[in-house]
């Protein structure tokens, strides 16, 4: 995370991050017993077919804005290899490894 805000420039300010996260739980801690019956009671008559086909649309529709049909065609590929590990009684959890390289070698 703190690579991710030091490349898009974001000040590493440890106070201003913390005030932050305090503002963003201040705001959570109101919000949530004022709205969360109703996102529950909202989201538990939803669909979750037609849920399900929206987000997907969604998640290659951004791929491919972002990276054309390459995006599209890495987001694919990943998705057959999320489909492995069940297939072996394996979980998917064992597939963050492949992020541990890149971010050890410092890429």
Excluded: E, N, W
């Amino acid at each position: 995370m703190l690579v991710a805000l030091d490349s898009v420039g974001v000040p590493l300010d440890l106070p201003l991050l913390l005030a932050t996260v305090g503002i963003a739980a201040a705001v959570a801690f109101v919000l949530v017993p004022l709205l969360g019956d109703r996102y529950l009671r909202t989201v538990g008559r939803a669909d979750y077919t037609r849920l399900s086909v929206g987000v997907l649309c969604l998640l290659v529709g951004l791929a491919y804005l972002f990276a054309g049909f390459v995006g599209v065609g890495a987001f694919a590929a990943a998705t057959v290899v999320g489909l492995v590990p069940p297939k072996f009684g394996a979980r998917r959890v064992h597939l963050m490894g492949v992020l541990m390289g890149p971010l050890i070698a410092g890429i």
